[in-house]
């Protein structure tokens, strides 16, 4: 049984850093993509970042582009979002998964992705 637990959120002032992590279990990430999305409050789940199974591709949301980093360690089975310059609108429960494809399908759209967390909240204070 695939098991992905997200942590590392919490409660930060604009303009701070915080790192999320993922760690898998039941499934290795050498066998699949990862992804970040997140839902803000009212609002829909939206993709955030994601990384190719080798690592070798990064993926990211315009608005957090240049700001957020995904990197992915194989021995430790964890995915980690680094997210820096944070706003306000960061602002949501984060959620992380694998994607159901290893080389078909987009890695932006939330349909192409399986087995996800259970979600971390991050809030940003302005």
């Known amino acids: 049984q695939v098991q992905l637990v997200e942590s590392g959120g919490g409660l930060v002032q604009a303009g701070g850093s915080l790192r999320l992590s993922c760690a898998a279990s039941?499934?290795?990430?050498?066998?699949?993509?990862m992804g970040w999305f997140r839902q803000p409050p009212g609002k829909q789940r939206e993709f955030v970042s994601a990384?190719?199974?080798?690592?070798?591709?990064?993926y990211y949301a315009d608005s957090v582009k240049g700001r957020f980093t995904i990197s992915l360690d194989n021995a430790k089975n964890t995915v980690y979002l680094q997210m820096n310059s944070l706003k306000p609108e960061d602002t949501a429960v984060y959620y992380c998964?694998?994607?159901?494809?290893?080389?078909?399908?987009?890695?932006?759209?939330?349909?192409?992705?399986?087995?996800w967390g259970q979600g971390t909240q991050v809030t940003v204070s302005s």
């Open positions: 998964a694998f994607k159901t494809y290893r080389y078909t399908g987009s890695y932006y759209l939330e349909g192409q992705y399986g087995d």
């Open positions: 990384i190719n199974w080798s690592g070798s591709n990064t």
């Open positions: 039941g499934r290795t990430f050498t066998n699949a993509p």
